[in-house]
Each structure stands twice: as C-alpha cells, then as structure tokens.
C-alpha cells in the first residue's frame, strides 16, 4: 500500500467552476504538506504548502488538511484553462532524522475547458 | 536566473552501458535530490543529499549511484543501466535551514529509455 494516495483523474471541470483535489495518507507522522502543480514536460513548482491542519489561503488556491482524518485538500476557485496540469500532492517529516525525505501523491491530471 | 539545470534532456542507450545524468543548481542550496516519475506512480525519490559528502537513499535507490563533492552539483550515476530504469528523472534542491523544505526547485526533467 502507497504511503500518499491520490486520484489521477483526469478531472475535466469547466472555466469558472471550483477545481477539488484530495489525497489521503497512512503515514501519521507526516507533518509537512505541500501541492505542486505540474506542466506537461515540465519539471513540477511549489503551490502551497502548510504544516497545520485547517485551511490556507492563497490567491485562488485554498490547501486544506485534516490530520485526524490523514487527509489534504487543494481547491482552486475561478479555474482558468491555464490551470490544466497535473496536481500533486507531497508531504515530508519535520524530525530531524527524517528530514529530506518526502513523499508524493501519483498526481491528479485537471483539464478546465473554455 | 535560480535555475536547476539537468542534462541532457533525452537520452536513449541499451542495457548495460554506464551513463551519467548532471544536475546543477546556482542557489547555493544545501539540499538536492533526485527521483523518477513514472505513469500511476508518481514521483518517487531515489537518493537525497543534506550537503556535501553527505547523501541518503530514498525510496527506491537500488541500481543508482551518487555523488555530492560539490554544493552545486550532484550527479546521478547508472554503472550498468536496464530496461526498467527507462523513466523521466527530476533532480531538485531546496533550503535546509528552515529543516521545513517548503521550496523545491526541481529542473526540467531527462527522460531516459533504457533499449
């Protein structure tokens, strides 16, 4: 069983609509989570990341995670055709003896069509 | 411009002959690490480096080699490369001050058939 779980879609949604993209994890000591986003042929970029649970906002993207539940969020509002890629989600430790080594989600495929 | 600069970009050789893919960074970066990306499985690290000399395996480090001898730099080695190493590799460094690694620079991608 995969540490990180993560739907890989594709998610097709239509411009204007609210993007919803989730993972689930086993792992109850990761305490950093983060999402990128990845173009095709692109190496992926840093969206949001949070180490508490509740939500962050930024902009259009909203991350969301629930430790109890070992689950984390990313909404995107007003989705644009530009914000088609692949989403992925990653997650790491904060203890020093395990610090480097993240984990990530397969990534969610979105296609927001005009 | 902070770039991670990766070559080369593709790369095609048969089973058996070593091969070495570059990576360099200019942010002065104490952490790099490289991982492979493949369908339905994501990213999945292979090896990761806190600083020179110093290095780590990741997830699924069997049949790759690395180096770290400089801060910028850090190679990933194939000695005897095989069919199901074909895969697109990203090499990626970050901050290890914070220990929070909210910021990973990751390059362009090599994507690599193994014949």
């Known amino acids: 069983q995969k540490e990180v779980e993560q739907d890989p879609g594709p998610l097709s949604v239509p411009e204007g609509a609210i993007v919803s993209l989730n993972c689930t994890y086993s792992n109850s000591a990761f305490q950093y989570f983060m999402w990128y986003r990845q173009y095709s042929r692109k190496g992926p970029e840093l969206l949001m990341y949070t180490y508490s649970s509740g939500n962050k906002e930024d902009g259009r993207f909203t991350a969301q995670v629930d430790k109890s539940s070992k689950y984390i969020s990313l909404f995107i509002r007003d989705s644009q055709p530009s914000d088609s890629a692949t989403y992925l989600c990653?997650?790491?430790?904060?203890?020093?003896?395990?610090?480097?080594?993240?984990?990530f989600g397969a990534g969610t495929q979105v296609v927001v069509t005009p | 411009e902070a770039q991670v600069t990766q070559n080369p970009r593709y790369l095609i050789t048969v089973t058996g002959k070593k091969l070495t893919v570059t990576c360099s960074q200019n942010m002065n970066h104490e952490y790099m690490s490289w991982y492979r990306q493949d369908p339905g499985l994501g990213l999945r690290q292979i090896y990761y480096s806190m600083n020179v000399e110093v290095t780590d395996k990741g997830d699924v480090p069997e049949g790759y080699k690395v180096s770290r001898k400089e801060k910028r730099n850090f190679p990933l080695i194939l000695e005897s490369p095989s069919p199901n190493q074909t895969s697109l590799y990203f090499c990626?460094?970050?901050?290890?001050?914070?220990?929070?690694?909210?910021?990973?620079?990751f390059g362009s991608g090599t994507q690599l058939s193994v014949l």
């Open positions: 990653a997650m790491t430790f904060l203890t020093t003896d395990s610090w480097g080594k993240f984990q």
């Open positions: 990626a460094s970050g901050l290890e001050a914070t220990r929070s690694g909210e910021k990973l620079f």
